[in-house]
């Protein structure tokens, strides 16, 4: 029985979920809505205030699914009650992002400034202009627009400049040392 799989998703107050037919959950929140088909194979109820996943067999695709689903459906409870975000830090001289409206301004050592723009349900705010924050209800769509924000200029190895996430340790290596 798969570990994850089995744990019910309790849902908080202020929170409704809804099975529709052919496995489409919607979720309503204080934050937003959020609505999701997931897989035809998967038997997703509700039971008691809390979504349970249960699997129609032992086959190994099945079992694949089940803490799938159950992760989806939980990012879903998690997005509209919470929100997600995620922070970026960026490193190196002359490298600043700037909100105007909704786009991204970032500079980061190009010819050219490079412009980007939020997706639905997200957000962008610049506290600094060296830190850019990503808000938003849905999980995969705060961590898609981080890692395409991320991949403007990734951290290289050698100084440590770049794009990188709050957290993310870069690891320097040693430089070229002089010969005999």
Do not use: C, W
Request: glycine share 10%; charged share 25%; aromatic share 4%.
């Amino acid at each position: 029985m798969s570990r994850i799989g089995k744990l019910p998703v309790n849902i908080p107050n202020g929170v409704e979920v809804l099975v529709k037919e052919d496995n489409v959950v919607e979720v309503k929140g204080p934050k937003g809505t959020l609505t999701r088909p997931l897989p035809a194979d998967m038997l997703v109820t509700l039971e008691d205030g809390a979504v349970v996943v249960k699997r129609p067999s032992e086959e190994i695709k099945h079992k694949a699914l089940h803490g799938l689903t159950r992760t989806l459906v939980n990012n879903m409870v998690l997005g509209v009650s919470e929100g997600f975000q995620k922070t970026l830090k960026m490193v190196g001289v002359g490298y600043r992002a700037q909100l105007q409206g909704k786009k991204l301004i970032i500079s980061a050592g190009y010819s050219h400034p490079v412009e980007m723009e939020a997706y639905e349900n997200t957000e962008i705010e610049v506290p600094a202009q060296d830190t850019i924050i990503i808000k938003g209800i849905d999980k995969e769509k705060v961590g898609s627009l981080a890692a395409n924000i991320r991949a403007v200029r990734q951290p290289e190895p050698y100084k440590g400049k770049g794009i990188r996430y709050s957290d993310e340790v870069v690891k320097l290596k040693p430089g070229k040392t002089a010969g005999k």
